[in-house]
């Protein structure tokens, strides 16, 4: 290999090198939410993500050592065994021993990947008795969860640039300065306008919802998850937790959250006009704000069981922290 080719492969391998290791910079993910010019998976705050970021990171390691490996192999067959530098080509047809290897190293690398993912799949379905169960049913377009011991529901809306500037002006005032715009011109005004309350409010725009549901921190929740009407689908990326929601079916997905904080999730299956508007919000708290939490909710107040979360400052801090992140 002649220096300059050398130094081309050199700078080649170091390039993906680096995408592949900031990949699993965590700096460059958030934990429960998406972050701003994010790589690699969201940060886990679960077991089962914990093993899902690790097969993640396995394979994404094969990959790249495969492509390396490929890459090095082209150029040096281009430049040592081209018709120039190699005239008189080997009339070689088989070799045993490369035969035999490049049968044995791919399975050993299938068997590699099959034996962790196995492991994930087997824990994934291996359901442990449910210290909390959900029901969470997809609506077009918002999420109903249901607390299955408890009989209570909350209902997740998201929240809108328009539902932020009327609490804040007022109904008359909100009217008086929006009533005529239109389309796209109302649209901008309302982003614009209600950009600066995002902050001020400590709300993800596009993921916070008027009611977050609660689970306690450390428990075993299994949620069970079905839909009113089209296909939803329920995921929290930090929780490694996704369902689909099919009209008719009850599936299940569990997941032990061991970090307190908000979880920001999203449907993600394609369910119509405003399938971009049904985010979901988990806040994981300590048992005993859990029960506060659940008290009110009894009490058939949603309102003061949100003010209960908002007022939670060990969650609280994880979502200023993400809302500063993401601004
Ligand atoms: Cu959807």
Sequence with gaps: MSK????AVAVMAAAC???ALGGVTPALAGLGQPSQGQLGLQ?????????????????????TVIVLFVLVLMVWVMFRFNE???PTPSRTTHHTLLEVAW??????????IALPSFHLLFNQYTFPKADVTIKAIGDAWFWEHEYVDDKVTVTSNIINDEDLLRAKLGEEA??????ALEGAELHNALYTDSLPLWKEDKKIRRLSVDREIAVPVNKNVVVLVTSNDVIHQWAVPSFGAKQQAVPGRTAAVWFKPTKIGSFFGQCMVLCGKLHSAMPIVVRVVEQPVYDVWMGALKAKDGKKAQ?????????QAVIEQSVAQAQ
């Design 84 to 86: 120039k530098s190699n």
């Design 103 to 112: 049968t044995i190293v791919p399975i050993l690398i299938l068997v590699a």
């Design 43 to 63: 940060l886990s705050a679960t077991p089962l993500m914990d093993e899902i970021s690790r097969l993640f990171d396995l394979v994404n390691i094969i990959i």
């Design 307 to 315: 003010e209960i979360l908002d007022a939670d400052t060990a969650s």
């Design 17 to 19: 090198l680096a995408i």
């Design 174 to 179: 909100f009217d008086k300065k929006y009533g």
């Design 4 to 7: 300059r080719m050398f130094g």
